[in-house]
């Protein structure tokens, strides 16, 4: 039996270009997330670090996305921390990327990291430096943060 | 072609150097930033709610990618607030394609002007991507990811706008005010240092190379859509193909400019004269410091 929305349907529609894989003249539902590769060395999520350096990912690890109720970490935004005794005293030096160039919270995420590494008990001073390469994508989301996010209602 | 030497940390180039850098950084940077501001003149008026957000969210986009430029010019001192708001406008670098005014409610403009600025965007980033200078490649990668739905939302718009009489006919009037305008792209900024950045590896392809690619791929797809380039008809046995397009009188790269981005410039830095600032500053004070 045909339905009213037949009518409107074209009868030939290209179908290239479209990520859609139903059939033309079908509605695009929905944007499937699996763009993006899986790198070797990042992110990093401070796995078996130690003293200090411990205690600035347990505060990494503290810090959320704006949006999202989900760590930086988790989210896959860290790609190093190292803790060095220098002449300046004991400085935390984390490498952080965002998902996005025109992120509007970019200073406000970055005060934020800064001050809380800094008030770390060991911590003197935090240089945080925004890398963009490799790209953040998807596949640097953790286990942990793909559970946050599915629970936070986000299809990933 | 002899390889090419990776450059040096910012604090470590030659005088020489550092002026390659900039000039291929101001390109891309005030490009950026001036073609967003224009595109934001559209928020809340473009033709239907979806083309509103998409153009919206390609100024942001641009915005982005100004920031992570003019980031990498910061590395010589200078503050964001200097190389925004207090640059004087006549040393703005700039293609003069970004900073046309666009007529009312004509949507035919920014559509054409974003296929062919994101088609240029496009070459121009690619021929980064080997830069000899690594805080530039770096950051090549991110950008094109968030560059590609641009031309997608820029040429499908096209079609559409091409399907009927009318509506072609703004977009043939709108690409024979643009199209001297979209050559700029690829003017130089001054002939010695744009040569230096070629032989210094900081891009890939020289500019020429890339207006020739450029134009294999616009001129073809705009005549497909049954717009025409008068100007690039030019008799196949010469082989000098598109040298003889014309340039307008101000290519901004060389920092001379239209009118309209003097008025430009005093719009979105009124608020910042008006209020006296000497430098980016809070409006709130940060609650930790209370």
């Known amino acids: 039996m045909s339905n ?41 999520t401070g796995e078996g670090a130690e003293g ?37 005293g004991t400085v935390a030096t984390i490498d952080m990327t965002l998902t996005y160039s025109g992120c509007p919270a970019r200073d406000m995420l970055q005060d934020q990291t800064q001050e809380a590494v800094e008030d770390v008990d060991g911590v003197d001073r935090a240089d945080l430096r925004l890398v963009w390469s490799p790209e953040w994508n998807l596949e640097l989301v953790t286990e942990q943060g793909e559970q946050d996010l599915r629970d936070f209602g986000l299809s990933i | 072609m002899a390889a090419v030497e990776e450059l040096s940390e910012p ?25 967003a501001e224009r595109y934001t003149e559209w928020q809340v008026k473009a033709p239907t709610l979806e083309s509103d957000l998409a153009f919206s969210n390609i100024a942001q986009d641009e915005l982005g990618h100004a920031r992570l430029w003019y ?49 240029a965007e496009d070459i121009q980033l690619r021929a980064l991507q080997d830069s000899s200078y690594p805080r530039i490649r770096d950051r090549v990668g991110k950008i094109l990811g968030e560059e590609d739905y641009h ?40 002939e010695a240092v744009e040569e230096r950045i070629d032989e210094l590896g900081i891009r890939s392809e020289p500019l020429v190379t890339m207006r020739e690619e450029w134009l294999d791929e616009v001129i073809p797809f705009l005549e497909s859509l049954g717009l025409s380039v008068d100007d690039a008809e030019l008799p196949e046995q010469y082989d000098v193909h598109h040298s003889q397009l014309e340039l307008p009188e101000h290519t901004g790269r060389d920092q001379s400019h239209t ?32």
């Open chain 1, 4 to 44: 009213a929305y037949d009518t409107d349907i074209p009868d030939s529609v290209d179908p290239v270009d479209d990520d859609c894989v139903e059939p033309a003249g079908e509605a695009c539902a929905y944007t499937e997330y699996v763009e993006g590769e899986a790198y070797d060395d990042v992110p990093a």
């Open chain 1, 52 to 88: 200090v350096e411990r205690d600035v990912w347990d505060t990494l690890y503290e810090i959320e996305d704006p949006e999202m109720p989900i760590s930086i970490v988790d989210l896959g935004l860290i790609y190093g921390v190292s803790v060095d005794d220098t002449d300046d």
């Open chain 2, 11 to 35: 604090d470590d180039l030659t005088a020489d150097e550092r002026e390659a850098v900039q000039h291929q950084l101001f390109r891309l940077a005030d490009d950026e930033f001036v073609v």
């Open chain 2, 71 to 119: 980031d990498l010019l910061q590395d010589w001192g200078a503050e964001e607030s200097e190389l925004i708001w207090e640059r004087d406008p006549s040393e703005w670098r700039h293609s003069t394609l970004a900073e046309l005014p666009f007529d009312e409610g004509d949507w035919a403009d920014p559509v054409l002007r974003s296929y062919l600025y994101d088609v």
């Open chain 2, 151 to 190: 031309r997608e939302h820029a040429a499908n718009w096209l079609e559409r706008l091409c399907e009927e009489e009318e509506s072609r006919a703004r977009v043939q009037d709108a690409l024979d005010r643009l199209f001297p305008h979209a050559l700029t792209l690829f003017a130089p900024t001054d």
């Open chain 2, 259 to 290: 009118d309209a981005w003097f008025d430009l410039h005093d719009d979105f830095t009124h608020t910042y004269q008006e209020l006296g600032r000497t430098s980016a500053e809070r409006i709130m004070k940060d609650p930790d410091d209370e």
